[in-house]
C-alpha cells in the first residue's frame, strides 16, 4: 500500500534524478556517505513517521498539553516518538560527527523529516526547534556550551527552543524588553518575559535549553543591543548532571488553532519563584559575543523558516495523497447523462481533476523548493572556493523568504483543495484533511509573516550587494532557459514564458527603485512576493519537466501535466500582478483608519 504521507518515489525523482545529490559524496564532509546511506536514512524516517508519529496524531491535536499552574503534561505518545527518533541517531543527522552527529547532507536529512513532519507536525516541533538550536550553539557557542547543551540534545536528554517574541513588541525585536544583568563569574541573571514559545515547557525529557534575545544594560539602542543567552529550564553541573531549577517559569499556555500538540508558552524569566543561588533572575549564558545576538539568532531563524516552508509542504502533500486516495474511492455521479450507468469515482469529474492537479502542482513545486535550498546549505558548508561560496550564498539568501512563505500559502490552499474534494466528509473531524489545514494556518505566521519576508526580499534581498542575489538567480534561471530551449518542442515554449515572465520581473524590480519614494516602492511588497515566488516556481516546474523529458510512464507524464499546469493557470497571475507593482499604486498606503 502507497504511503499517504509522501511520495517516495517523488523524492527519489527529486534527490537523485534531478538534484542528484549522491554526488555530494564526492565532497570530503559526505564522503562517508552513498545512495545507500541516504535511501536508508529515508526508509527509516518513513518508518519511525508511521510507527511513531502519525498514531498519535489526532489524539495530540484532542488532547492539547494542559497546565496546572506548575506542570505541563503532554500525551504519553509525544515522549515516545520523540525517543524513538534520537535513539535513531536522527537528531544529529545533519551534524558533524566530532559532536556525535551522522554529517549527512542537509538535503537527505530535511527529507527524511518530512515524513515526520506529514506524520505529526507537532511533535516534530519539538525536534525541529532542538535541531536548530543545536546548530546554533554549534557555531557560536564556546567547547563548554557545546559539551553542556549540544552533545545531550544530540543524545535526545535535552530540547531547545527560541525565546523571541514578547508582547509588547512582536515581529520588533528591537522593542524587546528582557534584560540580561551582568554577574561577576561570567553569567548573567535574566528579567522579562517572552510570548509565543514553542516547547518551553515540558517534562519529555531532563531539560530544555531556551535560547533568549535580551538586551544588557548600558549597551546600544535597538536591535544593535541585542545579546543571545542560553537559559536552561533546570542548571547543569560539572559533570553534565541536571540540577537544580532555574528561575524560569511558565505563566500559562496559549491554545492555538493547530499544531495543538506542541506546548506553547508565556515564559518568564527571573520572578523569583526558583532562585539557583539567591540571586535574583534567571541564570543565563552569553553566546559568543555581547549585542551581537540577533546576528546569531539569524543562523537559527534562516533554518527555522526553511523548516517551516518544509513542515507546510509536508502538511500539503499528505492531505494531497489522501485526496486523491478518497476521490478514487468515493462514487458519485457520471460523466454522461444516463442514470442506468453506475456512478464514477469522483476523480473522473473535471472539477475533482482540477483541484488534484493545483494541489500536485503545489505541493510537489514546494517540495523541490525547499529540497533545492537545503542543497544550497550543504554546497555552501562545503564550498571549494571563496567564489563559489559566495555564489551559493547569494542564491540561498533571496530564496529563504520565498522558501518560507511560498508554501506556507500554497500548500495551505493545498489543503484547502483536500477538503473541497473530500466534500461535506472534509469538514469533519472523522477524516484527516481539516486538521491538517487546521495545523497549516499557522505557517504565514511565525518564523515572520508574509509581510516580514516580503519586506525583506524586497527591500533587501533583491538590493544587496548591489543586486548580486538577484543576478544569481538570474543566472540560474536563465541556464534552466537555455537548456529547455535547447531541448526544442513544448519545453522550449515553456522556457519562452518562463523567460519573458522573469524579465518583467527585473523590469519592475527597477521601475520600483526607479523613483525616491521607499514608502510607495515597499507598499505592496507582499504582492511583490507572491509574484516573485510564482516566478520562481514557474522555474522549478521547468527543471522538473526537462529532467523528465521523454521518459515514459505514469509518473513522468504526471510531471509533464503538473508541469503544464502551473505554466497555463498559476503563472499567467503574474502579469497584473506586475503592472500593479510597476503602476507603484499607493491606493493602500494612502489608506486612513477612520475609513476602515
Not at 489526532?58 to 504519553?76: L, M, R, W, Y
Not at 509518473?555 to 501535466?561: A, E, H, L, T, V
Amino acid at each position: 500500500m502507497k504511503s499517504t504521507l509522501l511520495s517516495r518515489r517523488d523524492l527519489d525523482f527529486l534527490l537523485y534524478e534531478w538534484l542528484r545529490v549522491d554526488e555530494l559524496t564526492k565532497r570530503h564532509r559526505f564522503a562517508e556517505h552513498s545512495r545507500d546511506t541516504f535511501d536508508g536514512v529515508l526508509d527509516l524516517s518513513e518508518e519511525l513517521a508511521e510507527k511513531y508519529f502519525a498514531p498519535h496524531n489526532k489524539k495530540s491535536d484532542a488532547n492539547e498539553p494542559t497546565f496546572d499552574g506548575q506542570h505541563v503534561t503532554v500525551i504519553g505518545e509525544v515522549k515516545e516518538a520523540i525517543a524513538a527518533f534520537a535513539q535513531a541517531d536522527l537528531v544529529g543527522a545533519s551534524m558533524d560527527e566530532s559532536l556525535g552527529g551522522a554529517q549527512l547532507p542537509v538535503c537527505v536529512a530535511q527529507a527524511g523529516f518530512a515524513y515526520v513532519s506529514a506524520a505529526n507536525v507537532s511533535t516534530s516541533g519539538y525536534l525541529m526547534l532542538t535541531v536548530a538550536n543545536a546548530n546554533l550553539i554549534a557555531k557560536f557557542g564556546d567547547a563548554e556550551q557545546i559539551e553542556t547543551f549540544v552533545k545531550p540534545m544530540l543524545a535526545g536528554r535535552f530540547t531547545g527552543t527560541m525565546a523571541l517574541s514578547e508582547t509588547q513588541a512582536g515581529s520588533s525585536l528591537a522593542d524587546i524588553s528582557t534584560r540580561a544583568e551582568p554577574r561577576a563569574d561570567g553569567t548573567y541573571r535574566l528579567f522579562g518575559s517572552k510570548m509565543w514559545i514553542s516547547g518551553a515547557e515540558h517534562e519529555l525529557n531532563d531539560n530544555i535549553v531556551n535560547l533568549v534575545l535580551a538586551k544588557i544594560p548600558g549597551g546600544p539602542a535597538g536591535t544593535k543591543g541585542i545579546s543571545l543567552f542560553i537559559v536552561p529550564k533546570y542548571l547543569v553541573g560539572a559533570d553534565g548532571s541536571v540540577g537544580e531549577r532555574n528561575d524560569v517559569t511558565v505563566a500559562g499556555l496559549n491554545h492555538k488553532m493547530g499544531q495543538r500538540g506542541l506546548s506553547n508558552t508565556v515564559l518568564n524569566f527571573g520572578e523569583g519563584v526558583h532562585t539557583p543561588d539567591g540571586d535574583a533572575g534567571a541564570v543565563g549564558y552569553l553566546v559568543g559575543e555581547p549585542h551581537r545576538g540577533l546576528m546569531y539568532m539569524f543562523h537559527m531563524m534562516n533554518e527555522a523558516r526553511l523548516a517551516v516552508g518544509m513542515g507546510a509542504v509536508s502538511l500539503g502533500y499528505t492531505g494531497y495523497l489522501k485526496s486523491v486516495e478518497y476521490a478514487r474511492e468515493r462514487t458519485q455521479g457520471r460523466v454522461v447523462k444516463d442514470p442506468t450507468t453506475p456512478q464514477v469515482p469522483i476523480v473522473e469529474h473535471a472539477d475533482v481533476k482540477r483541484m488534484l492537479l493545483a494541489q500536485k502542482a503545489y505541493v510537489e513545486g514546494g517540495l523541490a523548493l525547499g529540497l533545492y535550498c537545503t542543497k544550497l546549505v550543504d554546497l555552501q558548508r562545503t564550498a571549494e572556493s571563496a567564489e563559489e561560496g559566495q555564489q551559493v550564498t547569494d542564491l540561498l539568501d533571496i530564496l529563504v523568504p520565498v522558501a518560507k512563505s511560498w508554501p506556507s500559502q500554497w500548500c495551505l490552499e493545498a489543503n484547502s483543495l483536500a477538503i473541497q474534494v473530500h466534500g461535506g466528509y472534509g469538514y469533519t473531524r472523522e477524516y484527516d484533511v481539516e486538521q491538517h489545514y487546521r495545523d497549516n494556518r499557522l505557517n504565514p505566521i511565525h518564523e515572520g509573516t508574509h509581510g516580514i519576508q516580503s519586506l525583506d526580499l524586497l527591500g533587501r534581498k533583491v538590493t544587496q550587494r548591489g543586486g548580486a542575489s538577484l543576478a544569481e538567480l538570474g543566472k540560474a534561471v536563465t541556464a534552466t532557459v537555455e537548456q529547455a530551449a535547447a531541448a526544442g518542442g513544448e519545453a522550449a515554449e515553456l522556457a519562452a514564458s518562463l523567460n519573458a515572465s522573469w524579465q518583467r520581473v527585473v523590469e519592475v524590480t527597477a521601475a520600483m527603485y526607479a523613483v525616491d519614494d521607499a514608502a510607495a516602492t515597499l507598499a505592496n511588497s507582499a504582492i511583490y512576493l507572491e509574484a516573485f515566488g510564482h516566478v520562481v516556481m514557474a522555474w522549478i516546474w521547468l527543471e522538473q519537466f526537462v529532467v523528465a523529458g521523454g521518459q515514459s510512464g505514469d509518473f513522468y507524464d504526471g510531471k509533464r501535466q503538473a508541469a503544464r499546469y502551473f505554466f497555463h493557470y498559476e503563472l499567467p497571475r503574474t502579469a497584473p500582478q506586475l503592472d500593479l507593482l510597476e503602476s507603484l499604486d499607493r491606493t493602500t498606503l494612502e489608506m486612513r483608519d477612520g475609513w476602515f
